[in-house]
């Protein structure tokens, strides 16, 4: 009898992995993605089985659109549970409070905000010129000694969490947030300012690298870039991030170490995103 009620109220695992591909949990919202040819039913039943199998769930999203635009967001329809997009997400000691529909947010950037955390040296000026809701520049604050992380984002709401974050987890003299194109607020009051520079939205890395140089010190620093790569089987995506950067510094005439390039995570069939650490000497 137990049995028969599982198979009516859930999902078999096979179809539930399906889903799991796609799946992330925000502190307590998960967000699915479905088949366009999904039913209503069917989504009901998705998450009703992931309600049940994580406790700490008590809304489900559906998401309908990739992450998109300037500001980086994503079209999503509640499914099930609490009807609402705000949550507080626990990564390495640090919370953060996003409201999923209006700033973007990313679990699966947990590793790298914090192999960053253990690249800053004591006493460093960072800034972060797409910073969010302040993941990787609040992660850097608590787990390094850096002196300092500006943190500039384009959205409004997304600085505003960011201001909450930085009171929840107590790093106000340690990251300070501003409103603004990071390109003109570098232009305006950072040059020449930063040990360290962080890039994180591929889309826009390329186009504003010489922004993020003009940041940094004369006695140069290091950049963190992001980028998104297409590569083919016979294509090292790796390769091919390396190639648009060193042409890109050359035709700057800004003198560098080799780039230090790693894949983040696979984005798609043949798409993947990269990190890429470039010390940069100018003399
Ligand atoms: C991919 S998200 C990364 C956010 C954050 N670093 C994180 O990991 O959660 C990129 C962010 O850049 C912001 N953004 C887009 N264009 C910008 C610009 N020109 N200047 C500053 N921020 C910008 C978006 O609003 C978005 O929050």
Known sequence: ??????????????????????????????????????????????????????????????????????????????????????????????????????????PRLSHERKRIATLVNPNETIINMFAGVGCFSIIIARHSKAAKVVSIDVNPTAVQFMQENIMLNRVYNKVFPVIGDAKEVIGIQLKGKADRVLMPLPGKSLEYLPYAISALKASGGWIHYYGFEHATKIENPMEKVKFKIINALSALNINFEEPIVRIVRSTGPNWFQLAVDIHILFN
């Open 1 to 106: 009898m137990r049995r028969r009620l599982r198979t009516i109220t859930e999902v078999s695992s096979g179809q539930l992995h399906k889903v799991y591909n796609s799946f992330d949990i925000v502190g307590d919202i998960a967000i699915i993605k479905l088949p366009s040819n999904a039913t209503e039913k069917e989504a009901q039943l998705v998450s009703k089985t992931i309600m049940n199998r994580h406790k700490n769930v008590k809304t489900v999203l559906l998401q309908t659109s990739p992450v998109m635009g300037e500001l980086r967001l994503r079209r999503l329809i509640h499914l099930a549970g609490e009807n609402r997009t705000i949550t507080v997400h626990k990564e390495f000691g640090c919370l953060f409070k996003v409201d999923l529909a209006k700033c973007y947010f990313s």
